[in-house]
């Protein structure tokens, strides 16, 4: 029989699912910050559970807290105490935040988004998978670390030996197992096929992507690798930001980073191409890339060389791409108005998704997962 608190646990737990269900939408369009901890692990505040309050009955005498003096009269030391030094005489009046952290698992946070985005599994493209060994402890032996030792199958053999050379006494039982006793958990090594995938963002940031622009795109990406974690066993993350030239930086300069230049998103996908070709070979990868912008190209020409570099290199070589056009006040939106005219509906590989504001993320998650690709 399970322990009460078990039970109380999961309970927790259901409740605490609940509510990032039901929350979801105003969750991530707030933006409130979920701390990865560790591998699988993240930490979110949670600040509208409410905490349970003890509350007196209605019978007024005995008990713990009754006596003298009426409600809302300050405790009295004992005579002669003087006031502490070092603290402010009057106590602040507002009520303190009750805010709640708890842990989620990955597997918890992407049933939810796919419960509340109604998203398909992904199917990986191709039938290549990268082969990956895992040790699996399946039996045992006779040799290995103390860290590995069997202790009740080490004592089982232990009291066997005993009772075979009729050195056991049941009335008094003592059973010293000796070196040759020792059973260690042994492992096979197990090949498994899995399969990979890489995401690669590229993101605008000439003046016109303020820090807004930025904010909804960093919390969109948290999602979208969050989900994509969820499918695949080993997953990898490139990021390049872009101007009027393109360069490759880690994750935080990515979403830090504000230039002012002027705007060639050609010189972005060169360098995806190239990430592609040189890193991740199209029959072991699952290929992601994924682009934001304000919608400002420098040129039309540029924009058919775009088109050029996506229908000859990046699309046959991913599984879906990507295109988030972030409002913003200084873009004009013309690429997004070009690749849809190019691509409508006819692509099965391009998924383009307007951002106006926070409240669209979870609108546009659901148009580039929605696929299933």
Known sequence: MDHPIKSDHSRFRKIIKG???????????KGQQI??????????????????????????EGGVGQGDGAEGEPVQGKKGD?????KPEKAGQDEGSKELEVDVSLEELASILSEELELPNIEPKGSAQIDASKNRYTSIGTSGPDSLKHHKRTFKQSLKRQISIGAYDPSN????????????????????????????????????????????VRTESFWINLWLKHQYEDIDFRYIIHDATAREVDEEVFFKTRESGGTLISSAYKLCQQIITE????????IYPFHFSDGDNWSSDDTKLCLDILNTEILPASNMFGYGQVESRYGSGQFYKDLHA????????????????????????????????
Do not use: C, H
Request: aromatic letters at 8%; hydrophobic letters at 30%; proline letters at 6%.
């Open 19 to 29: 509510k990032l269900r039901k929350n979801l939408k105003s969750f991530v369009s």
């Open 279 to 286: 890193d991740y070979p199209v029959s072991d990868w699952n």
């Open 35 to 60: 701390v990865p901890k560790g591998k699988d692990k993240f930490t979110i505040p949670m600040p509208s559970i409410e905490i349970p309050k003890f509350k007196f009955g209605s019978k007024s």
């Open 173 to 216: 039982p003592s059973i010293i197992p000796t070196r040759k006793d020792y059973r260690f958990r042994s492992s096979k090594a197990k090949i498994e096929k899995q399969n990979n995938a890489v995401v690669i963002y590229m993101m605008d940031v000439s003046g016109s992507m303020g820090d807004e622009q930025k904010e909804i």
């Open 342 to 373: 190019a691509y409508n509906e006819k692509s099965e590989k391009i998924v383009l998704s307007k951002i106006k504001d926070r409240e669209a993320i979870l609108g546009s998650i659901k148009e580039f997962l929605g696929k299933g690709n």
């Open 82 to 86: 003087e006031k502490g030094q070092g």
